[in-house]
């Protein structure tokens, strides 16, 4: 019983530090951090931030829009980056279609006159063989990644490449904001400010890990093609240039909006998807690992591979759990009936006719789902079995 014991105790332990544990510790680092940088600018005095004023010092930007099949959302994306407040003879907008077999192309050929350029590829091969392919042809010093179904706030590029003043930074990450497709499924969008809360404290430390892939900026210069199998780029592409000793900063004002899936289960490909490259990333990206590295070791560990391996955490806290009923009812007992309520709510969350149980369970649902493709992720990675491309999920 003694193994089981240390078994359950250290798999709890565990999932506790992971989502409550961690966030505490990073409140108190990035507390202290911001505190110091407080302290030496009332002694010093120096400039706390840099910023960009005038058009003239505006650097040139080329905004890259990945497109797959893209017909019912291409035409407003473009306009939407059409609008956005940036001198207009700085900035390129290219489409990148991955083989997109629908009036996708053609709908970005009618931009043309308006500077809009379409790089077409006709076989699909996968988002990163896309990018590996039309970063280098970028005409400017800054390289916005973006996707179709991402939608930008007037202000929002100025906002991304204002960081770039400082020599120092290689990639800045917007702000994703997540919109519920619907009122019974807002486990994903309370997940994402979750995520963004995380992100907002490691940001202090100067320890951000990869971007979300629907918008953030990196210079051309340092721009490194990752392999054609990479699966999460937005993680892998980033965090390249933070081995090379470049800044990764979070620009909270920078921000862009996306709709989540229609509904949760639709998006359970993609975290098996993102769960393949997670533990793919590991093998990518050790060197970050390496605890001379200060924080971003500490939130690499912490923040992504205690999470991804939350599912077995999850599995061995339930399996230690029976044969220790044997041993104290009162105590693990109460245990076990908790842990099935919780995945008999996600199960309710998921399965329920009623709108308002969904709803209420919604987040345990997202979240149990979420693991579960995590574990289905990690054994597509084992069997090298997952796909570079992707399938939409419905939004």
Request: glycine share 6%; aromatic share 12%.
């Amino acid at each position: 019983m003694i193994a089981f014991k240390i078994l359950f105790w250290a798999a709890v332990a565990a999932i506790i530090y992971t989502y409550v544990g961690y966030p505490v510790v990073l409140f108190l680092l990035s507390s202290i951090s911001q505190m110091m940088r407080d302290l030496r600018f009332l002694l010093t005095r120096g400039e706390r931030r840099s910023t960009l004023g005038e058009s003239d010092d505006w650097p040139t930007v080329t905004l890259i829009i990945s497109a797959y099949n893209e017909e019912n959302i291409i035409d407003r994306r473009i306009r939407n980056s059409l609008e956005l407040d940036y001198p207009r003879d700085k900035l390129e907008i290219i489409v990148a279609s991955d083989g997109s077999t629908d009036a996708t192309n053609d709908i970005v050929g009618s931009y043309s006159e308006h500077g809009v350029k379409l790089i077409n590829r006709p076989d699909r091969r996968g988002k990163v063989f896309v990018l590996n392919r039309t970063v280098p042809k970028a005409a400017h010093e800054i390289v916005v990644l973006s996707d179709a179904n991402t939608m930008c706030e007037p202000d929002a590029l100025r906002h991304l490449v204002s960081p770039f003043c400082n020599d120092n930074v290689g990639v800045v990450v917007g702000e994703m904001v997540l919109e519920s497709a619907n009122q019974e499924h807002k486990g994903e969008s309370h997940y994402w400010r979750y995520e963004a809360i995380l992100k907002l404290m490691e940001n202090k430390l100067r320890a951000i890990l990869g971007a979300n892939g629907g918008f953030y900026a990196i210079r051309k210069e340092l721009f490194v093609p990752v392999p054609d199998s990479t699966l999460n780029d937005d993680f892998v592409i980033p965090l390249k240039i933070v081995e090379k000793g470049y800044q990764q900063v979070y620009s909270t004002e920078a921000r862009v909006t996306e709709k989540t899936a229609v509904d949760v289960g639709t998006e359970f490909a993609r975290h098996k998807r993102i769960a393949a490259g997670n533990f793919q990333s590991i093998f990518m990206l050790w060197r970050l690992l390496n605890p001379f590295r200060g924080y971003i070791a500490f939130t690499f560990v912490s923040h992504k591979i205690m999470r991804w391996c939350a599912p077995f955490f999850m599995i061995a806290a339930f399996a230690a759990n029976i044969p220790l009923l044997a041993e104290s009812l009162r105590c693990y007992g109460v245990l076990f009936v908790l842990q099935l309520l919780f995945y008999g709510g996600a199960w309710l969350g998921g399965q329920s006719d009623n709108p308002l149980l969904r709803k209420l369970c919604a987040t345990q649902y997202y979240f149990v789902s979420m693991n579960i493709g995590m574990l289905q992720g990690f054994l597509n990675f084992l069997r090298g079995s997952q796909k570079v491309t992707w399938e939409k999920a419905p939004r």
